[in-house]
């Protein structure tokens, strides 16, 4: 449901607010955090929808901010979206016009749930420091995104100059799932040093130079960010070790990615791009600040030791890994998995015959594969556990009574015996 307010003002929404839990009871109860989303006009539903998506890990009012033209006269219109229309949140959205643009803090403060957490979020342009942002200061937990900045490298730069605990960046939340695959490695054989490491990715791609950030300050090697062509984003990880370089490469335009090490065989793993609406589920999931974020951030970004060098020098020099051999590692690799034990034989329904097919890698499948029918088939045909076949208690059923007459004539010889035995001792 999408209740629109006209030209309204914050005691109006509260007003509408209250109405609407006494109405609905629970659907406007419950909610565990509030989300201030600060954001321009032509951003301002994608930022909503993922915030709504986000709201079914963590129920909490979402709070929307829209800055539109700031000439004019003054103007806030409200809207209200709550069930179906806001997943498990309730929304409130005000769009700004003319000066009010400038005091969205005066706005959204009689709006906060109480005694619950604040937690705000600039999809757009953020401020240089958010933490002395009027919107800012009242939140616990701050989030950016620099991927939509001009210069992502300079804006990441701003963010270390101005950190603050609980600031966070979206960017960081993109290269979770690459973390854990690397501290995954690196926990199996062998347990060897790593003597360097090399990140390519977008020259653009503010998750690269995070990630390179983080493998500075947790490994304290020399790391080297090597750049490919815009808008191609994180690309290739490696890490040189005494034994061979461990590698993890996702080439661009694909979401399947190779993960290599020259004793072991290679694996294919899922490493899909993150949406915003992941990204965000991910931040509120801890209010807290981010320590190993801040460590990545102020102090790993400045020991990285190249950021000049090209992707296809890198890899022309044998010092990153090569994307084009990573497809075709991946596609080997997929061929492999496929040859599972319902590829390795087939089955010939008209002269219910087991044989080997071509992608079996064992000539004797077939013959293992036809012994195994003919005991399953004795098996299938001979009785059922605890119960004998049917002749046999056909048989066991006729000897019953015959058994039964023999122990009767056995019990009258007996009675016979004793009554004679009791004549003699009578006539004695």
């Not at 004019?72 to 769009?95: F, L, N």
């Not at 791609?205 to 947790?218: I, N, P, V």
């Not at 191609?232 to 890490?239: C, H, N, W």
């Amino acid at each position: 449901m999408i209740i629109d307010l006209p030209n309204t003002s914050t005691s109006a929404l509260t007003k509408k607010l209250v109405q609407i839990r006494n109405d609905s009871g629970a659907m406007a109860l419950g909610r565990v955090l509030t989300l201030i989303i600060v954001v321009d006009e032509d951003r301002a539903e994608e930022a909503i929808e993922s915030a709504i998506e986000a709201s079914h890990m963590h129920p909490c009012r979402v709070v929307a901010l829209v800055h539109g033209n700031r000439r004019g006269s003054s103007r806030v219109d409200g809207q209200i979206r709550i069930g179906g229309d806001a997943g498990a949140s309730e929304v409130v959205v005000m769009r700004l016009y003319g000066e009010v643009n400038g005091h969205g803090e005066a706005l959204v403060l009689p709006l906060l749930l109480p005694d619950s957490p604040v937690v705000g979020w600039w999809p757009c342009d953020a401020p240089t420091d958010l933490a002395s942002d009027p919107v800012g200061a009242m939140c616990q937990r701050r989030i950016n995104d620099s991927a939509v900045a001009k210069n992502p490298h300079a804006e990441l730069k701003r963010r270390a100059k101005n950190y603050a605990p609980g600031d966070t960046d979206l960017a960081w939340s993109r290269i979770t799932l690459w973390r854990a695959l690397l501290a995954a490695a690196l926990d199996q054989r062998p347990y060897e040093p790593v003597t360097g490491a090399v990140v390519v990715g977008g020259i653009d791609s503010s998750a690269t130079d995070l990630l390179a950030g983080w493998l500075a300050e947790a490994l304290n090697v020399p790391v080297t960010r090597g750049r490919s062509p815009q808008g191609s984003g994180l690309i290739s990880v490696r890490l040189d070790r005494p034994s061979g370089p461990l590698d993890l490469v996702r080439p661009e335009g694909t979401t399947i990615a190779t993960l290599s090490h020259p004793d072991q065989p290679v694996r294919r793993v899922g490493l899909t791009r993150r949406s915003d609406a992941d990204c965000l589920t991910d931040e509120l999931r801890r209010l807290d600040p981010d320590e190993v974020y801040e460590l990545a951030l102020v102090e790993g970004l400045r020991r990285v030791t190249d950021r000049s060098s090209l992707a296809s020098a890198l890899v022309r020099a044998g010092k990153a890994p090569s994307p084009d051999e990573a497809r075709l590692m991946a596609r080997r690799a997929g061929e492999r998995s496929r040859q599972t034990s319902s590829d390795m034989v087939t089955v010939d329904t008209e002269r219910d015959q087991v044989v080997a097919t071509d992608k079996a890698t064992d000539s004797e499948v077939g013959h293992r594969a036809e012994g195994q029918k003919r005991i399953g088939s004795r098996v299938s045909d001979g009785p059922t556990v605890g119960q004998g076949s049917a002749p046999a208690a056909e048989a066991s059923a006729t000897k019953k009574p015959a058994a039964t007459k023999s122990s009767g004539s056995r019990s009258t010889t007996t009675k016979s015996s004793t009554k004679k035995s009791t004549g003699k001792k009578a006539s004695s």
